[in-house]
């Protein structure tokens, strides 16, 4: 006898063999019990969920000689011939192959004959969607009024292609994606009762390779078994260059700590294992967006599917970041994953990816910089991430230094002292103050002086003069005055900085990037003025 693969052999043959369709089960289960069954039925879902082998099992229920708990008793005729496909009551349709207005009228005509042996004429239409827009037409009126004898059942994995006009006439039953832990239960069972040694860690690998399916679990089951009589995590990733959860926890740790050295050596681990770097940055894309969830949900049960591996490793890490931060790199690979597939150098991409990402772990938010621009007397804490100890250690030090009460200072010495605090805080501000022109004509008083194009910081400079006096203040311990002058040429910077201000251009480039005029200066070479 031929070989039978196991998505045949271990086809359900009822409705509580099938896995993860609870719901649907009980739902007909309900309508067989009650009498209520449906003319028509839509079963829609993704590929291998049990569609297809669900209108089968209704047929076999409808038309079983001795039913038992709204069960096929599966060893009647009717059942046995359902299940070899011979029954000439139970009508399978192909809608990728017979899709035209023809085939369809052809049904219209069939469906007026009674059942040759059984009480119902059932017809499952597979792949439902691939009708044309002609034969649907055509179907409407045989499928909202059929013959009493008549069921049909579409299968679809693309509900949104079938017309309304198909959908409003039908009973509508989605089906859903199967877990991860019942796949994996399942394939348990399998492989105990046909004699296969699997390891537990092979068959969660398989599980979230089947992304749902349960027929492409038991297809990646039959292939594995082929390789090997004893399957291990090891067999899987050989065979189907997987990556296992422990690689994608060490990248991700890499990434996150913005450890270069870990990413290089990880990549280079993976590639020498023959893992396929395309696979693996979608591995990697899925890995960080469940940790995502993770850190957005209190709750992410219902969200992801993880097995207890996933999701130990995902709860450590998760201990260790932030949800911004994980945006930002989930948001980056998923701006990668495109271009590498497509790239001739996928390592060199994937490794330059990585470090890229790594990096902008210490990049500093733009809205910190603006906090930091508008409170010149108060000190922004920053998260610093991954900032090396030796940075840190000399900024505490010279923060020290700057704070220090230094009552022997020359007045030079204090103005000099002034500006490199403040450039730490405000370096717009310090900007600005070493644009005037300092002078000390006495130990209680600084002079300064904006001339010509820079008098127009003048302004701006004396709104923080309380500020400076306080610095002046702490640094020196006695108060200190502050004078700001400007030269002849204050009325001309005005003019200059007016005109700059109705020139329909730069009202048009700050209206764009809702910016402001920082600064005005004359260019003498074109004979206009530089923003």
């Known amino acids: ?10 086809r359900p043959q009822r409705l509580s063999e099938i896995v993860g369709q609870e719901s649907i089960a009980r ?52 059942c046995k011939s359902i299940t070899e496909g011979s029954s000439l009551d139970v ?14 009228r052809e049904l219209r005509e069939t469906v007026k004959y009674s059942p040759s042996s059984s009480r119902y004429k059932i017809y499952i239409v597979d792949e439902a969607h691939m009708l044309s827009q002609g034969a649907f037409n055509a179907f409407l009126k045989t499928l909202e009024e059929p013959p009493s004898h008549v069921i049909f059942v579409l299968a679809t994995t693309e509900p949104r292609k079938i017309p309304i006009t198909i959908l409003s006439r039908c009973q509508h039953l989605p089906f859903k994606k199967i877990s991860s832990a019942k796949i994996k239960h399942r394939l348990m069972e399998i492989c105990s009762m046909e004699g296969i040694n699997a390891k537990e860690q092979a ?42 959860v422990e690689s994608l926890y060490k990248v991700t740790k890499a990434i996150i700590n913005g450890e270069r050295t870990s990413i290089i050596t990880n990549i280079r681990e993976l590639v020498e294992s023959g893992i396929d770097i395309k696979i693996f940055i979608k591995d990697l894309i899925q890995y960080i967006r469940n940790l995502m969830i993770i850190l957005a949900l209190d709750d992410e049960k219902d969200e992801i599917d993880l097995t207890e591996e996933e999701r130990k490793s995902l709860f450590d890490l998760s201990k260790h970041t ?41 990049y500093r938010n733009i809205d910190d910089f603006l906090k930091m621009l508008k409170s010149p007397s108060k000190e922004v804490n920053l998260p610093a991430n991954n900032l090396s100890k030796v940075l840190k250690t000399n900024n505490e030090v010279k923060s020290q230094e700057l704070n220090a009460f230094s009552p022997s200072l020359t007045m030079r010495q204090l103005w000099e002292k002034t500006i490199d605090f403040v450039e730490e805080k405000n370096s717009l501000l ?27 910081h003048a302004d701006s400079v004396s709104e923080q003069i309380d500020y400076l006096k306080e610095l002046l203040l702490k640094f020196s311990g006695r108060d200190i005055d502050i004078k700001i002058t400007q030269d002849e040429g204050k009325e001309k910077v005005r ?13 048009r480039v700050l209206s764009l990037y809702d910016g402001i005029i920082v600064e005005v200066k004359e260019n003498p070479k074109k004979g206009g003025t530089d923003v």
């Open 27 to 78: 739902i007909l289960k309900n309508a067989v019990s009650s009498k209520k069954v449906g003319h028509a039925y839509i079963f829609s879902g993704p590929r291998g969920v049990g569609k297809t082998s669900s209108a089968r099992i209704l047929a076999k229920i409808l038309n079983c000689k001795s039913p038992h708990d709204d069960e096929p008793c599966g060893i009647c005729d009717s």
């Open 430 to 456: 310090a900007l600005k103050l070493k644009e005037g022109e300092v002078n000390i004509k006495d130990d209680n008083t600084f002079h300064i002086t904006f001339k010509g194009g820079k008098s127009v």
């Open 203 to 244: 068959l969660d690998m398989i599980a979230r390779m089947s992304e749902g399916s349960m027929r492409d679990a038991l297809t990646i089951l039959d292939q594995a078994t082929s390789f090997s009589e004893s399957l291990n995590s090891a067999d899987i990733k050989d065979l189907f260059g997987l990556t296992d």
């Open 91 to 104: 009508i399978e349709i192909d809608g990728a192959s017979n899709n035209s207005v023809d085939n369809i």
């Open 322 to 362: 932030t949800l911004p931060h994980v945006l930002l790199i989930l948001n980056e690979l998923i701006k990668a994953e495109i271009p590498l597939r497509q790239s001739q150098f996928p390592r060199v991409f994937l490794e330059m990816s990585l470090l890229k990402i790594a990096t902008m772990s210490c």
């Open 495 to 507: 003019d200059i900085n007016e005109e700059a201000r109705n020139n329909p251009i730069i009202q």
């Open 1 to 10: 006898m031929a070989y039978l693969v196991l998505a045949r052999k271990w």
